[in-house]
């Protein structure tokens, strides 16, 4: 009995060093290789090395040798454990007729978490045949928008196989691809590219779609069309032109039922020009490599770029501003403010992003001007995040707009004392501010806050807010330069804070740190004395 207790307990011991070990495990795998004998390249002059093929000792101090991850790639190709562009571990080089001679590989072994290891060894690649060349077989093809503009960062995927010779994937991430490929082989090329699907969409392209469904104005090529067949659905309709705005809006981040870019092969004929859906296009080229080289390039749409923007916005476009007259906000106070375009105008459509802190103040509602009221005006804005209005507005049946007639109403409601021109800006980096009018014109909007009345007295606002249990502000507003004292007292008349500092002509925030409400009840009192001007008030705590 005694002799089982003793088992029990070192088993516990043991356990618990393992554990202490292992919480957090910091040390890596122990990877050993053993001498590979030489390979020779197959009829096909290729060899494939598997991690499998490799004698090798892998052991770790915390994870079992069956959840050890393997490795291997070309010493020297790259650094960290080697995995492919999905994450999942690279288990196989590929030797041709350039790897003759001595290779050296990296082995790799990394644990559950995450510790890595290698070791390197080498390997002799014969040509017993003695027929494998380095001349090599290519597989190239580039990427161009269809006015001939290169198109970077393409991920090119080829998928080939041949017999003794597993499926093979390659990737690459470039404007061309020059992938080898063993002679004879079939293989599938695929372009693909993701990443920022607004590159290049405004507004302006649901304009010329709108038009073309309309046959007010049709597209008149191809790849037009398919970069307005938004949704996928292989024709072009108003379903395009609401995902779209979705898109430009930001209710979407990316296209749900579209990628953002579609490339068709070059050397395809479309059946009917006029109708680029007649039949179902391909979007890759599946061939057989029987040449030293294969080119095949493609054309690259960019979806929802109708008018060709993508390759970058025009540098002879004109300005114009949309005026918004300035006003100076108290907390808790609503504000019905006009924007009004600066010059008369026939108006197809605009499009712009509106941004604030929206610690300082919220837009609780946007509405249409007289000549822009439409039956359905949430479709045109929204607001996708905290702090930013998107608004993307158009109508077929252009709108003539006098100079200064407003364009639409805000609704603006103040959280903090502010001026709105401190508050609001136009956020560019996502939606350029642009406005179309009906010859086909496209200007850049720009923000103009009309001034306020000159201040003619210097000002003491109310504290807000209030009731609080955090910081308060006393918006002060200065004629001049001057002196400006804060002080704040309990019932008692005991003096809590006490600050005096000058400050320049304008508007300033006086803030009251939230630290005076500790131990404080129900009400204090403060007093404020700018220049010529004293106030009094009471803070409610709550």
């Not at 090329?189 to 607004?198: A, M, R, Y």
């Not at 690259?300 to 916005?313: M, P, Q, R, S």
Request: contains cysteine; hydrophobic residues 40%.
């Amino acid at each position: 009995m005694n002799r089982l207790l003793l088992l029990f307990v070192l088993l516990l011991y043991g356990s618990a060093i393992l554990s202490a070990q292992c919480l957090p495990d910091t040390e890596p795998p122990y990877v050993e290789v053993a001498d590979h004998p030489p390979i020779s390249l197959l009829p096909n002059c290729m060899y494939a090395l598997w991690t499998a093929d490799i004698t090798a000792t892998v052991t770790d101090n915390c994870t079992n040798s069956d959840q050890i991850q393997l490795g291997i790639r070309r010493a020297g190709a790259g650094t960290g454990f080697p995995t492919m562009p999905d994450g999942s571990p690279q288990t196989v080089v590929i030797f041709d007729g350039c790897s003759l001679g001595t290779q050296f590989i990296e082995f790799w072994a990394r644990d559950l978490a995450g510790n890595s290891a290698v070791d390197t060894f080498w390997v002799i690649v014969q040509d017993n045949m003695g027929f494998c060349d380095c001349f090599g077989h290519f597989l190239k093809s580039c990427a161009f928008r269809p006015n001939g503009d290169p198109v970077d960062e393409v991920t090119w995927t080829s998928i080939w196989s041949y017999p003794s010779i597993p499926e093979d994937t390659s990737w690459q991430i470039s404007g061309c691809a020059d992938i080898y490929l063993p002679i004879y082989s079939p293989f599938t090329l695929t372009p693909t590219k993701g990443h920022n699907p607004l590159e290049g969409v405004s507004t302006f392209d649901i304009v010329l779609i709108a038009k073309h469904i309309l046959a007010a104005d049709t597209l008149d090529d191809p790849y037009k069309k398919i970069a307005a067949d938004v949704n996928r659905s292989r024709s072009i309709t108003t379903f395009d032109i609401v995902e779209l705005r979705k898109l430009i809006l930001g209710i979407y981040l990316d296209l749900p039922y579209n990628a953002s870019w579609r490339f068709i092969p070059k050397s395809y004929t479309f059946p009917d020009p006029f109708n680029p859906f007649f039949e179902v296009f391909p979007e890759s080229i599946t061939d057989t490599m029987m040449y030293m080289e294969i080119r095949e390039d493609f054309v690259a749409v960019k979806v929802g770029d109708v008018n060709g923007y993508f390759t970058g916005l025009p540098e002879d476009r004109g300005t114009l501003s949309l005026h918004i007259p300035d006003a100076l906000f108290q907390p808790g106070k609503t504000i019905r403010i006009p924007v009004q375009v600066d010059a008369a105008t026939t108006l197809l459509g605009l499009q712009f992003a509106l941004e604030y802190d929206p610690d300082v103040i919220e837009i609780t509602a946007l509405a249409f001007g007289e000549n822009l009221e439409t039956s359905a005006p949430g479709t045109f804005y929204a607001q996708p995040g905290p702090g930013l209005l998107t608004l993307s507005w158009n109508d077929p049946d252009t709108r003539h707009l006098e100079r200064n007639e407003p364009l639409l109403f805000l609704e603006v409601r103040a959280r903090q004392a502010t001026l709105l021109s401190q508050a609001l800006r136009f956020q560019t980096d996502r939606l350029h501010p642009e406005l179309y009018t009906s010859d086909g014109a496209v200007y850049t909007l720009q923000l103009a806050f009309d001034p306020v009345a000159p201040v003619t007295h210097t000002q003491i606002f109310p504290a807000a807010p209030n009731p609080t249990r955090g910081p308060v502000w006393i918006p002060v507003r200065l004629v001049e330069n001057a002196p400006v004292l804060l002080e704040v007292f309990d019932l008692n008349g005991r003096v809590l804070y006490h600050q005096e500092q000058s400050f320049p002509a304008g508007l300033h925030l006086l803030e009251v740190p939230e630290a005076i409400w500790q131990g404080q009840n129900n009400i204090l009192a403060y007093r404020v004395a700018a220049g010529d001007q004293v106030a009094t008030g009471k803070v409610l705590l709550f």
